[in-house]
């Protein structure tokens, strides 16, 4: 069981331009969390999707985010138009189909914008 | 709003001595609480969780205290290595109106261990 994995580890992006994140979640899971993290300060939710379907996007910010998880692939956070506020970590983190108390997080993805 | 929040910001213990990490909330409906550690360039790595009809748990070296009465968590680890240095975050799962369950973090508490 490989985990919850995301790529690109590291990515670098300059003012304007766009932002991909992908999140592959752990096998048998369907459900996909991705959360924000600001350096020395917790993780802040902003998306909750199941196949197909956004649940809850009430931490994502109304424009230049968006989140999707598709029926075959991963699921893809993208931020257009990057500015250097978006510097951050982002995680995403799955649960198993029924259950979402516990989530399994992946290594995330570190977004620096120059 | 209601939140999770941490007492003590950074931690320092001598390596073997007992660490205490401790967490406020302030969401009576929570029902659900886990500890995270997140080492550096990391992501955070369940470690023990505790649901509210119960006011410890142990795990390996690791102990989960709940306080309903004063909304208050705390973690404890036994003989601290030099390994669990890392940032700990508690998290409260609430069963939110939309019926669905939201995972909410504290600020987090940095944990060093000296040798």
């Known amino acids: 069981?490989?985990?919850?994995?995301?790529?690109?580890?590291?990515?670098?992006?300059?003012?304007?331009?766009?932002?991909?994140?992908?999140?592959?979640?752990?096998k048998g899971h369907s459900h996909v969390y991705w959360y924000r993290q600001l350096p020395e300060e917790g993780l802040k939710f902003m998306v909750y999707l199941q196949k197909e379907n956004i649940i809850d996007e009430s931490g994502m910010p109304k424009e230049?985010?968006?989140?999707?998880?598709?029926?075959?692939?991963?699921?893809?956070?993208?931020?257009?138009q990057v500015v250097r506020g978006d510097s951050a970590a982002y995680f995403c983190a799955s649960s198993p189909p029924g259950q979402n108390y516990g989530y399994t997080f992946g290594s995330g993805t570190r977004l620096t914008v120059v | 709003g209601e939140s999770v929040?941490?007492?003590?910001?950074?931690?320092?213990?001598?390596?073997?001595?007992?660490?205490?990490?401790?967490?406020a909330y302030s969401n009576s409906a929570s029902d659900y609480f886990?500890?995270?550690?997140?080492?550096?360039?990391?992501?955070?790595?369940?470690?023990?969780?505790?649901?509210?009809?119960m006011d410890k748990r142990q795990g390996q070296r690791v102990t989960v205290l709940l306080n309903k009465t004063v909304k208050h968590l705390s973690l404890q680890i036994a003989a601290?290595?030099?390994?669990?240095?890392?940032?700990?975050?508690?998290?409260?799962?609430?069963?939110?109106?939309?019926?669905?369950?939201?995972?909410?973090?504290?600020s987090g508490t940095r944990l060093q261990v000296q040798p």
């Open chain 1, 1 to 26: 069981n490989a985990g919850v994995m995301q790529n690109p580890r590291h990515l670098v992006r300059r003012r304007g331009q766009e932002a991909r994140l992908r999140c592959s979640p752990m």
């Open chain 1, 64 to 80: 230049r985010f968006s989140a999707e998880f598709p029926k075959e692939g991963p699921s893809i956070l993208r931020i257009q």
């Open chain 2, 5 to 23: 929040g941490l007492h003590l910001p950074t931690l320092s213990v001598q390596e073997g001595d007992n660490s205490i990490i401790n967490c």
């Open chain 2, 34 to 53: 886990i500890w995270y550690k997140q080492e550096s360039g990391k992501g955070p790595q369940f470690i023990i969780d505790i649901r509210s009809n």
């Open chain 2, 80 to 106: 601290t290595q030099p390994g669990d240095s890392a940032v700990y975050f508690c998290a409260e799962n609430v069963r939110m109106d939309t019926g669905r369950r939201a995972l909410t973090f504290g």
